[in-house]
């Protein structure tokens, strides 16, 4: 499976973007997820719309930031909303075919990665 990411940009704070991962491949029993890289900083996780749509973002995130998919698309979306200077960074779409219950945001766990695409934020 191979994962394409777009949609980042540079933008100003408390404006949106809506972020786009396509599969080359259908993504049925697969979990998507996204996650991010400030520069210098760990991959981190952000959400995760679990197969076959459970939506779940990391608690910081989680009234900013909309997850969601279409199976029909294979396609996974984030959306994100009130963006702060503190969201720059590289996103990145993630699939999981195997997930335990606390390992999502380990990034380890991921069978497969997108490109990155890269969201600045100015202030």
């Known amino acids: 499976v191979q994962l394409q990411a777009s949609g980042g940009g540079l933008v100003q704070a408390g404006d949106s973007l809506r972020l786009s991962c396509v599969a080359s491949d259908a993504l049925k029993d697969y979990h998507m997820a996204w996650f991010r890289q400030p520069l210098g900083k760990e991959r981190q996780f952000v959400a995760i719309?679990?197969?076959?749509?459970?939506?779940y973002s990391a608690p910081g995130e989680k009234d900013r930031f909309t997850i969601s998919r279409d199976n029909a698309k294979n396609a996974a979306y984030l959306q994100m909303n009130s963006l702060k200077p503190e969201d720059t960074a590289d996103y990145y779409c993630?699939?999981?075919?195997?997930?335990?219950?606390?390992?999502?945001?380990?990034?380890?766990?991921?069978?497969?990665w997108g490109q990155g695409t890269q969201v600045t934020v100015s202030s």
């Open positions: 993630a699939a999981a075919r195997f997930l335990s219950g606390g390992d999502y945001w380990d990034v380890g766990k991921y069978d497969y």
């Open positions: 719309t679990r197969w076959p749509g459970h939506a």
